[in-house]
């Protein structure tokens, strides 16, 4: 055994992450950069040091999922889902809608979902759960507390209406749209998901996973989502036929169960 596969094998027994189901040019080259930064020169090494300190082993497991966001990312996306996608969803279900923003890192992606609605479709109930590997950025986004940068591509009505700008340069959201998000730490690679959702939003992050652990959360996205629901997925992802595992491409980058 190489020592790259006992590591994983260790990573796994440790902090419950399979590292097979990343793609492997990409998770070495991360965990070389960083273990070198802490003066490892072997796996084992460093996965002694990680084993007993758990500052060192938060930042590994931050560094590894990387978790760059900002809200409305990819504005052209979000036209097509309020202009066509949700529309549709309401003529099935016109008073309310399930919404999982899977792997949403600090909270921008569900943010937007949540304004998007109120500003478009006020009198829709919407419940929203948003998910993340990574508890650290889970806290970040509860906080509600941004950087310019991450508001950039906004709308300034929702900049205007929803942020408040504070002393040291960074924007608040408000109360009343961090109050519909309920946050939940979540592996997408190992934990159960939740049914019946009418919208999964799962963007960024299946790039790097192996094309077999894709395919498998593909298909449990399927089992997850009602008759008709969509998947909302990265702009540099696609679903590989996608009809073989029964969702129709409907927008560029929205998938419709059948
Ligand atoms: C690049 S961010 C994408 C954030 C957001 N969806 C977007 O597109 O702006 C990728 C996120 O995937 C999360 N992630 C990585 N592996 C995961 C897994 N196995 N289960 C759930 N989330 C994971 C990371 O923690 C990170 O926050």
Request: charge should be positive; aromatic fraction near 14%; glycine fraction near 2%.
């Amino acid at each position: 055994m190489t020592d790259y596969e006992q590591f994983k094998k260790d990573i796994l027994e440790l902090t419950g992450i399979d590292l097979n189901a990343y793609k492997e040019r990409q998770m070495k080259r991360r965990i070389h950069t960083l273990s070198t930064k802490y003066g490892f020169k072997t796996y084992n090494d460093f996965f002694q040091d990680l084993k007993k300190n758990a500052e060192h082993r938060k930042h590994f497991m931050n560094y590894l999922t990387i978790n760059v966001s900002e809200f409305y990312r990819n504005p052209q996306q979000w036209e097509v889902l309020e202009s066509k996608v949700i529309p549709e969803l309401l003529t099935k279900n016109k008073h309310a809608l399930k919404i999982w923003s899977a792997a949403c890192s600090t909270g921008d992606e569900p943010y937007t979902i949540i304004m998007i609605m109120k500003e478009m479709f006020p009198n829709v109930k919407v419940s929203l759960l948003a998910t993340d590997l990574d508890d650290k950025v889970i806290e970040y986004a509860k906080e509600g507390c941004y950087a310019q940068k991450s508001i950039a591509n906004l709308p300034q009505k929702y900049v205007q209406k929803y942020f408040k700008k504070e002393a040291n340069g960074m924007y608040r959201l408000s109360r009343e749209i961090m109050d519909c998000v309920e946050f939940k730490q979540h592996n997408l690679l190992a934990d159960r998901y939740d049914t019946n959702f009418d919208l999964i939003v799962c963007r960024n992050v299946l790039i790097y996973f192996t094309e077999e652990a894709k395919l498998e959360v593909f298909k449990r996205f399927h089992s997850s989502l009602r008759p008709e629901g969509y998947l909302f997925i990265g702009s540099t992802e696609q679903i590989l036929q996608a009809r073989s595992i029964h969702f129709e491409p409907q927008f560029s980058f929205f998938y419709k169960k059948v």
